[in-house]
């Protein structure tokens, strides 16, 4: 069982497949455990665009690696993000960290997003699903996508994450 962190429920896949779902609405911050996360923290602050954000919502991404340090999980947000520099993240290939966390680089068009979405993942006390061997190339770029439609996962990436399976309980402060 997992619980999904900071997600889009009205337009998220993880309300239909039956997650524990914490949104805006039910204060994500405020996950009280004791399931590994899927934590996919809002991004626009920290990725290459960020001069652009709306509002400064950077906290909250620091709270989702400290709540997949605490519980265990997938914290997922764009590659290259500058969250990995804050938070003292490893990068791909890299060791891993104090927490045995690592980063794993995937693209979220091989579960049919409609753009490839370089994606980095923050991963602790799970194992992830082998990668597909079928990687298709999405057509689109993300910038080319409506706003409304760049953050969304897809379905079929949403049930690879929640196919990880845990090592361990992680019940770290």
């Known amino acids: 069982m997992f619980a999904a962190l900071y997600i889009d429920r009205s337009r998220g896949p ?3 497949l039956g997650v524990d779902c914490w949104d805006e609405a039910r204060d994500a911050t405020r996950y009280p455990g004791p399931h590994p996360v899927i934590a996919h923290p809002p991004c626009e602050a920290w990725g290459r665009y960020h ?3 709306r509002q400064d919502r950077r906290h909250l991404a620091l709270l989702a690696v400290g709540q997949v340090r605490r519980w265990g999980g997938v914290l997922e947000h764009p590659a290259r ?12 290939g890299d060791p891993p960290d104090g927490w045995d966390g690592r980063t794993v680089e995937v693209e979220q ?3 049919g997003h409609p753009a490839p979405k370089r994606t980095w993942l923050y991963v602790v006390g799970v194992e992830l699903a082998p990668l597909p061997v079928d990687r298709p190339t999405a057509p689109s770029r993300v910038e080319k996508l409506a706003k409304t439609k760049r953050h969304l996962t897809p379905n079929g990436f949403a ?3 929640l196919s990880a399976r845990p090592l361990h309980t ?4």
């Open 51 to 53: 001069q652009r954000a």
């Open 159 to 161: 049930r690879w994450l």
């Open 14 to 16: 993880y309300p239909a």
């Open 109 to 111: 068009g091989w579960w």
């Open 81 to 92: 993000s500058r969250l990995w520099g804050a938070a003292g993240l490893p990068r791909p």
């Open 170 to 173: 992680c019940t770290r402060p």
